[in-house]
């Protein structure tokens, strides 16, 4: 699949930093970020956070049946990563031993490629996760 | 409805038709007493290439120029037509409608449907970073053993026993019966879940004809089925920001509204149709609608419970895992199901005295939930 540039470049800060946001009137923090805080509503007051970049494996699974742009990292494990202030994610998991993927195991964020559509096409950066 | 299945045979049009066709009859009528048409659909554009699934409706049933829209909420596409249906004569706007489902799957190849199908999900925060729809509901799998115990074979159970119901009915996609053992040497897809606890890639359409019920019971004392309750929930598309990944909380309002409109107890239901779009699904649902405590589905579905005429039957279909699941025909085949139930029609697969029946409809990991129950109109 193709993807537009504008696509991926709008959303670097998220994917590449990590940007999330919170809402000042009641304190919650989102990933991704959300221009609505559903708590609050019209009350809610929004604006952009830094999310933590370590976390915790809720849970996981080894993907075997890979979708396009992905097949030749399969199999690969991808996660929900509950992160130090309860946001949680889904993030692959790379670079870890797999006896090291467990609920509950300590990860912390490394920037990677995502994939890339085509030798011509544009190539994704974004978070993944590896244990610690 | 037409047999689920891979028909390469038949186009899009051509199911529709055929399903369309022999709801009209069963209902007997002539197809000039309709005034308005829902039509459930996920993906036709990318499966086929076409929009505008309303009006194609109408122009090939030879329905023009009654209205014809189509409904969308993935693969509770067919759920959510019908209860539009059912809310266009609540609302007092119409006395017949028809409603139908209809997905055409097996024109592209498997590769183009999961990118079909990923649409379900959240694609810039969940598909982008490499999950498939096998892997999200594997997610919560791992989290449902983690937190209750649930087994491999506990989930297997579901599609033994869904595979075992589709034997009866002869529009199932699969006629073949399958063991355990069968399930656990199936190869894995997104660990825990293996190639038999997934549903497959389907064809097929299925729809019904809902009437004013004062005017149904009197024109159709025999066969026609009462709507006694229609609800319908929303979360969020990512699976990552819910609260719970062991329960669905937009299937756990449903039922809460449904039970109060019907004024019914999850013990009142005879049969459910419920979303085992993958078989921790089924385990979920049947937990999430009350008929099992959280945490004790997967030993239910292991002890037999949910078998035909246990303490409920659950997908005497043989479920989307072995009924198939054409997407945006699933929620309509549902309902068609319970009324072959509560009917007595369901020949080989009949649950006793059935008198109340569920459907539970589930759009992507659960960011939809549409629900119905029913009940014989002919029962007091």
Known sequence: MRHALPLIWRKSLERYRLIGCSCENCGTDYFPPRKVCPKCRRKGKIAPKQMPTEGKVYS????????????????????IVELANGVRLLTQIVDSDAAKVKIGAPVKMVFRKIFEDDCEGVIAYGYKFKAV | MTKFGEHWEASFRE????????????????????????????????????????????????LAPIPSTRCEAACASGGVAFREGYLSIASGAYDVVAVGG??????????????????????????????????????MARRHMKEYGTTEEQMAACAVKNHANAMHNPYAQYHKAITIEDVMKSGYISEPLKLLDCSPITDGAAAVILCATEKAKKLYPEKAVEV???????????????????????????????????????????????????????????????????????????????????????????????????????GVKQVVEACWQLRGEAKGRQVDDAEHALTQNVGGSGATCVMHIFKRADRK
């Open chain 1, 60 to 79: 996981y699974s080894l993907v075997h049946a890979a979708p396009s742009g992905f097949e030749f990292e399969a199999p690969y494990h991808v996660a």
């Open chain 2, 102 to 139: 209809v997905e055409k799957m097996t024109d592209v190849s498997a590769e183009d449907v999961a990118i079909a199908l990923g649409g379900a999900g959240d694609q810039e925060w969940e598909l982008f970073n490499g999950a498939t729809f096998p892997a999200i509901y594997a997610l």
């Open chain 2, 228 to 330: 006694l309750a229609s609800s319908q929930a929303s979360d969020t598309l990512a699976l990552a920001s819910r609260q719970s990944m062991t329960a669905m909380n937009a299937t756990a309002v449903a039922a809460q509204q449904a039970f109060a409109q019907a004024k019914l107890a999850p013990k009142d239901i005879q049969l459910a149709e419920v979303h085992d779009c993958f078989t921790i699904a089924e385990i979920m649902a049947i937990e999430d609608l009350g008929f099992f405590k959280k945490g004790a589905g997967g030993k239910a579905a292991a002890d037999g419970e949910t078998a035909l005429n246990a303490k409920i039957s659950v997908n005497t279909s043989g479920g989307l895992k072995a009924c198939g699941h054409p997407v945006g025909a699933t």
């Open chain 2, 15 to 62: 199911m529709v038709v055929e399903a369309g066709a022999k709801a009209i009859a069963d209902a007997g009528i002539e197809g000039r007493e309709l005034q308005a048409v829902y039509g459930g659909s996920m993906a036709s554009g990318r499966l086929i290439s076409q929009e505008h699934i309303g009006a194609l409706i109408a122009d090939q049933m030879g």
